[in-house]
Nanobody, 121 residues
Framework: QVELVESGGGLVQAGQSLTLSCTAT????????MAWYRQAPGKQRELVAA???????NYADSVKGRFTISRDNAKNTVYLEVNSLKPEDTADYFC???????????????WGKGTLVTVSS
């Protein structure tokens, strides 16, 4: 069983910062890409940032320059540093990872349960 566990969300004021963490737990062979998505009330889930196994990163235009994604492969953990937060960043933030359970298996997509970030103006 593979589980992604997020932490670090909370209530902050506009302009403040947070660091979100997501750790993959359970039994697995390897992790390929990891990513953060977010879903605001009444809106579709959207990609915020992604990082490949060689640490190549990709960001949504709305967060470029404010958010930074990184990973610690030894800890099976991906981070999202969110700076200069705006009220429109308020959303549930979900971790996503492509995980291979066994050396011979394919990569499958896994999701965390989400961590809520609320930004007050």
């Amino acid at each position: 069983q593979v589980e992604l566990v997020e932490s670090g969300g909370g209530l902050v004021q506009a302009g403040q910062s947070l660091t979100l963490s997501c750790t993959a737990t359970g039994s697995f062979f390897g992790i390929q890409s990891m990513a953060w998505y977010r879903q605001a009330p009444g809106k579709q889930r959207e990609l915020v940032a992604a990082i490949s196994s060689d640490s190549t990163t990709n960001y949504a235009d709305s967060v470029k320059g404010r958010f930074t994604i990184s990973r610690d492969n030894a800890k099976n953990t991906v981070y999202l540093e969110v700076n200069s937060l705006k009220p429109e960043d308020t959303a549930d933030y979900f971790c996503n990872a492509e995980v291979k359970r066994m050396w011979y298996s394919q990569y499958n997509n896994y999701w965390g349960k989400g961590t809520l970030v609320t930004v007050s103006s």
